[in-house]
Nanobody, 120 residues
Framework: QVQLVESGGGSVQAGGSLRLSCAAS????MGWFRQAPGKAREGVAI???????VLSASVNGRFTVPKDDANNILYLQMNSLKPEDSAMYYC??????????????????WGQGTQVTVSP
């Protein structure tokens, strides 16, 4: 059974840090997306392999995607947070390889999301 469970969201002031976790079973978690109210879901950070991670331009240099392979947990380390980073963050897995890794329609498994709110 495939299951992705995110945790670690919360409220933080601009400039602060948060670390999100995605505990997975039945599948290897691969990346993080986010969705702000009224906006489309967007790719944030995708771990394509142990040696290759792709980040959106908006988070490059601030976010990293470490992974605990032994426990099948994917993290999203978010530093220097900005108010525009506020969104629901989702963990994704099972990439179909039918398109860009930043296209949410190419992923078949999702977690329920965890809310991140960054105040000015």
């Amino acid at each position: 059974q495939v299951q992705l469970v995110e945790s670690g969201g919360g409220s933080v002031q601009a400039g602060g840090s948060l670390r999100l976790s995605c505990a997975a079973s039945g599948v290897s978690p691969m990346g993080w997306f986010r969705q702000a109210p009224g906006k489309a879901r967007e790719g944030v950070a995708i771990r394509i392999s142990r040696s290759k991670t792709v980040l959106s331009a908006s988070v490059n240099g601030r976010f990293t995607v470490p992974k605990d392979d032994a426990n099948n947990i994917l993290y999203l380390q978010m530093n220097s947070l900005k108010p525009e980073d506020s969104a629901m963050y989702y963990c994704a897995a099972d990439w179909s390889q039918s398109g860009s890794v930043f296209d949410p329609s190419t992923f078949r498994s999702w977690g329920q999301g965890t809310q991140v709110t960054v105040s000015p």
